[in-house]
């Protein structure tokens, strides 16, 4: 894997984005942050405080701690907590997505296409364990619904993507039924993918999402 970004920026390559969050301790605050410099850090130091197995609810104030800064400083870069959380779910559409969309420009086959999408899937929450935490939703429990839904449309449009490559590995098979069986694939497959990252976010990210990912996937598409 290449070395890890600083910064919560969209990836723009496949082997960047799978290690993109593995988000370094935030910074010493600066007097005069860059423009939109401030805005980062808050977002890394929240991916970090997720990625402690077991933490409690983030409040604002302990994460104006870790920043040593006021809480009101944060809210002159974020309206509200649910903003700050809305941020790192940009980041994990666009890094996911980015990657998604290239495997499909690579991978010919429907079939491989499907698998290695869960596969890039589980790696990039692998490597970035406090976003799996917002990805399956535990992180989002004690916050504003709008979060759920979004990560719920999130799923939905990943299912969305492989119902396509496995329409298309059905019609290459010569099955009589392919927008059925590529259905049911697909359904079967992103339920897979969040119960992996669900038992890897729920076991202090001591089940890595990935283990036995080959057997896995030949098992179900």
């Known amino acids: 894997m290449s070395d890890q970004p600083e910064t919560l920026e969209p990836v723009e390559t496949e082997t960047s984005a799978a290690s993109a969050l593995e988000v370094p301790p935030a910074p010493a605050a ?67 997505f980015t990657l998604l969309n290239q495997v499909a420009e690579r991978e010919t086959q429907g079939l491989d296409q499907a698998r290695r999408m869960v596969q890039v899937l589980l790696q990039f929450g692998e490597r970035n364990p406090g976003m799996s935490r917002v990805m399956v939703g535990d992180a989002l429990v004690f916050e504003h619904e709008r979060l759920g839904v979004r990560m719920n449309q999130f799923f939905d449009r990943i299912e969305s993507m492989l119902r396509q490559s496995l329409r298309l590995a059905a019609e290459s098979a010569g099955s009589a039924t392919p927008t059925v069986d590529a259905n049911g694939q697909a359904s079967a497959l992103t339920c897979f993918a969040i119960g992996r990252l669900q038992r890897f976010a729920r076991s202090g990210f001591r089940r890595l999402p990935t283990e036995q990912l080959d057997i896995a996937l030949r098992m179900l598409a």
């Open 30 to 96: 600066r007097k005069r942050p860059k423009p939109g410099e401030r805005r980062v850090q808050i977002l890394q130091a929240l991916a970090a405080m997720l990625e402690q197995p077991g933490a409690e609810r983030i409040t604002t104030a302990a994460l104006a701690a870790r920043l040593a800064v006021s809480e009101a400083a944060l809210y002159r870069h974020f309206a509200s907590k649910a903003q700050m959380f809305e941020g790192l779910l940009e980041f994990i559409e666009s890094s996911v």
